[in-house]
């Protein structure tokens, strides 16, 4: 079965930096777009990042444009959201989501909370 399972957060001061990771496993990884999405406390889920199959394609939301990467390997089947510059308007639940901008299959979520 599809399996994705996020790590690497936690608690970090403003301007801070935090890697994601996303393993995958259970499908062909290779060949599908992922997706990081995030959900803060009373607010909707938003999509923080996309990346296509072969990173040709990556887009960003505006409110992390600049700060945070998202990249993937193929051959680890590993999905990452590089973060830095972290402010407390970051604090949220972080997924990974197969598919581009999509929610097909999700993973548990990984806490990432910026407070001084």
């Known amino acids: 079965q599809v399996s994705l399972v996020e790590s690497g957060g936690g608690l970090v001061q403003p301007g801070g930096s935090l890697r994601l990771s996303c393993a995958a496993s259970g499908f062909t990884f290779d060949v599908y777009a992922m997706t990081w999405y995030r959900q803060g406390a009373g607010k909707e889920r938003e999509v923080v990042a996309a990346?296509?199959?072969?990173?040709?394609?990556?887009e960003y939301a505006d409110f992390v444009k600049g700060r945070f990467t998202i990249s993937r390997d193929n051959g680890l089947k590993m999905l990452y959201l590089q973060m830095t510059s972290l402010t407390p308007d970051d604090t949220a639940l972080y997924f990974c989501?197969?598919?581009?901008?999509?929610?097909?299959?999700w993973g548990q979520g990984t806490q990432v909370t910026v407070s001084s």
């Open positions: 990346i296509s199959w072969d990173s040709s394609d990556i």
């Open positions: 989501v197969r598919g581009w901008r999509g929610g097909d299959h």
